[in-house]
């Protein structure tokens, strides 16, 4: 499956529009990585457990949106667009979304 953010995939044609994909999760704070978190908060630098866990949505989130465009026979998203959101506290959605298509 390609994946890309532009709207044409480079040496490709679009043959067919399938329409529009999406996939998304949401995903809490762990307490444990509170505590980590807030330490590191004193003393500066990467909190590296949230971008890990929000390393983990993201691909979780365009894993989503690939199977739901492989369910409409596409091989490729074009013009893909990954935001965030919350949803309540300590909670987060990541959506990954585009257009399905099939190249050629």
């Not at 399938?18 to 704070?29: D, I, N, P, W, Y």
């Not at 444990?32 to 949505?57: C, F, N, P, R, V």
């Amino acid at each position: 499956m390609i994946i890309v953010t532009t709207d044409y995939v480079p040496g490709k044609e679009i043959k067919e529009l399938k329409g529009f994909v999406r996939g998304s999760t949401v995903q809490a704070k762990h307490i444990g990585k509170d505590i980590i978190a807030g330490l590191k908060t004193i003393i500066g630098g990467e909190i590296s457990e949230y971008s890990e866990l929000m390393e983990e949505a993201r691909k979780q989130a365009i894993d989503r949106m690939k199977a739901e465009a492989s369910q409409l026979g596409a091989n490729a998203v074009v013009a893909v667009r990954l935001e965030t959101s919350s949803v309540m506290q300590n909670a987060s959605e990541i959506i990954a979304y585009g257009t399905a298509v099939t190249v050629e």
